[in-house]
């Protein structure tokens, strides 16, 4: 008798994990296709590790688009500059292969939990002379910072943690000349209007 409950244990564990890795993959394409923000991601994604049943499982990704159209097609690149002022980007966006950021005398806060990533891998040119530019990430995502930094500096501030399976790859290049670069971890959504 205890053997059957081992046994059933035992496949009710590979039952989850394998729906977890299904689950999984399905997030993954549906953030690097932007069919979810890069918060949504982060939040769905968490919960597929935490989850103890297969219900559970199908809970964290109930209700992402069977196969998201996308609607405009993938833009090849966008600029942001802020000179002598400041601008933010935050709200829903769409975050193509690559965004080029200026900040020349001025700040940028650019809020990627908000973004709908069009590739599996996007890259930030930022580019800070005497500015700075914040880039907030929710926990997970994956940043890869490098770059150059004259008289200036680039840091990545987040918590260290584990990055989440399957995640987009965002890469940010830093050049700065008596500015920053700072990587900071997102806000959760119900705080996000605090940025």
Same mark, same amino acid.
């Given at each position: 008798?205890?053997?059957?409950?081992?046994?059933?244990?035992?496949?009710?564990?590979?039952? @989850?994990?394998?729906?977890?890795? &299904? *689950?999984?993959?399905?997030?993954?394409?549906?953030?690097? %296709?932007?069919?979810?923000? /890069? =918060?949504?991601?982060?939040?769905r994604?968490?919960?597929?590790?935490?989850?103890?049943t297969?219900?559970?499982?199908?809970t964290?990704?109930?209700?992402?688009?069977?196969?998201?159209?996308?609607?405009?097609?993938?833009?090849?690149?966008?600029?942001i500059?802020?000179v002598?002022?400041?601008?933010?980007?935050?709200?829903?966006?769409?975050?193509?292969?690559?965004l080029?950021?200026?900040?020349?005398?001025g700040? @940028?806060?650019?809020?990627?939990? &908000? *973004?709908?990533?069009?590739?599996?891998?996007?890259?930030? %040119?930022?580019?800070?002379i /005497? =500015?700075?530019?914040?880039?907030?990430?929710?926990?997970?995502v994956?940043?890869?910072?490098?770059?150059?930094?004259?008289?200036?500096g680039?840091a990545?501030?987040?918590?260290?943690g584990?990055?989440?399976?399957?995640s987009?790859v965002?890469?940010?290049?830093?050049f700065?000349?008596?500015?920053?670069?700072?990587?900071?971890?997102?806000?959760?959504a119900?705080?996000?209007?605090?940025?």
């Amino acid at each position: 008798m205890n053997d059957v409950g081992a046994g059933s244990t035992s496949d009710r564990t590979q039952t @989850v994990e394998s729906e977890r890795e &299904a *689950a999984g993959r399905e997030l993954a394409h549906a953030a690097r %296709t932007g069919g979810v923000t /890069l =918060g949504e991601y982060a939040e769905r994604a968490t919960a597929i590790q935490q989850a103890m049943t297969v219900d559970e499982v199908h809970t964290a990704v109930r209700g992402l688009p069977e196969e998201f159209a996308g609607g405009a097609p993938a833009r090849l690149g966008r600029w942001i500059v802020a000179v002598f002022g400041g601008t933010r980007q935050e709200g829903r966006w769409r975050l193509g292969k690559r965004l080029w950021v200026v900040a020349a005398f001025g700040g @940028v806060k650019l809020d990627l939990s &908000a *973004a709908e990533t069009q590739a599996p891998a996007s890259t930030i %040119t930022v580019i800070a002379i /005497l =500015g700075g530019t914040d880039i907030f990430a929710p926990p997970g995502v994956s940043v890869e910072l490098s770059g150059l930094s004259v008289l200036g500096g680039k840091a990545d501030r987040r918590a260290s943690g584990v990055q989440l399976p399957g995640s987009p790859v965002i890469r940010v290049r830093a050049f700065t000349f008596l500015g920053g670069v700072a990587i900071k971890e997102a806000a959760s959504a119900e705080n996000s209007t605090s940025l």
